[in-house]
């Protein structure tokens, strides 16, 4: 299985978006299935570590993984895995959320594990994570 670490030429991706959003509003907004679904997918709970989930994008695209790290309220990751290549590696997403001086937030997706070869899925996920990433400042604004 890979790890957070990217291979050599294949970097991570590392996106984030402030908002002006409480932290504990942005938290909710990437961590409840119900809040997920405004701006991403439907989704199954993000659990405990060591907890199964499923991100379902509908005819047959469905993401499955585990939850590998969290701290509430601050941070989380899990691992990544389209589940037609379930025998693949998973690369990892790893989302923090930060308070800022504002009083809102800044939200950090940081998705890593790519393998020499993927460049090109890589720059796929990239562009769909910014578009997602675009979604869920709107969604945050507007509450």
């Known amino acids: 299985m890979r790890t957070t670490d990217t291979g050599p030429g294949v970097p991570p991706i590392d996106l984030a978006i402030e908002t002006t959003a409480d932290p504990a509003t942005a938290w909710q907004a990437v961590t409840l299935p119900e809040r997920i ?4 997918t439907d989704a199954s709970p993000l659990g405990e570590v060591g ?3 499923r991100l379902d994008f509908g005819e047959g695209s469905v993401v499955v993984g585990e939850v590998v790290a969290l701290q509430p309220g601050r941070r989380f990751a899990y691992t990544w ?8 590696a998973a690369t990892t997403v790893e989302w923090t959320v930060e308070p800022l001086a504002s009083g809102g937030s ?13 460049e090109a899925a890589r720059d796929d996920h990239e562009g769909y994570w910014t578009g997602y990433l675009d979604d869920l400042r709107d969604i945050l604004e507007e509450a």
């Open 81 to 88: 895995t389209w589940e037609a290549a379930e025998a693949e």
């Open 106 to 118: 800044r939200i950090r997706l940081v998705h890593s594990g790519w393998d020499e070869g993927e």
């Open 37 to 40: 679904a405004l701006w991403f």
């Open 51 to 53: 907890e199964r989930y």
